[in-house]
């Protein structure tokens, strides 16, 4: 038998796991860019993902306050406000940011998503916006 994940269910689990209000002991999180030329799948873990290196990256701390919980098109979504990344030229390594992906403290990769099209940065002040964004249930779309 498969397991049926509700939506209210999913609202839950998003608001206990991406709380709007510090609890005591908050959960860290961390938005990171990636540079795989390969394609993520659910199998990957942390170790998998080759992240952006050079060019005055660094991984982003996500505020555990930032996260709202709410419905787009009746499917429950936990995001984050837009995370800003800033660049002093181009990445060392491998040239292109391919997606983003969100890192827990404990170094587990939480969810990650594919940029539509890869971005490079190339000049010292370049930017990348990104709003993290987590759909827990297919949901049924209104």
């Not at 990171?32 to 993902?49: G, K, S, V």
């Not at 982003?60 to 406000?81: F, H, R, Y």
């Not at 390594?93 to 490079?120: H, K, M, N, Q």
Request: hydrophobic share 35%; proline share 8%; charged share 15%.
């Amino acid at each position: 038998m498969a397991i049926l994940l509700h939506d209210c269910g999913a609202r839950a689990m998003l608001k206990d796991y991406f709380p709007n209000t510090p609890p005591v002991n908050p959960k860290t999180y961390y938005l990171c860019l990636y540079t795989n030329t390969t394609a993520i799948n659910d199998t990957h873990t942390a170790m998998d993902m080759r992240e952006a290196y050079g060019g005055g990256y660094h991984r982003i701390n996500l505020a555990v306050n930032n996260w709202q919980v709410s419905d787009t098109g009746a499917i429950p979504e936990a995001e984050n406000i837009q995370q800003l990344f800033t660049f002093t030229g181009p990445l060392t390594d491998y040239p292109d940011v391919r997606g983003y992906y969100v890192l827990d403290a404990d170094g587990t990769l939480i969810f990650s998503e594919p940029e539509e099209t890869p971005y490079t940065p190339v000049n010292n002040g370049d930017t990348l916006a990104i709003t993290p964004a987590f759909m827990l249930s297919k949901g049924t779309p209104s």
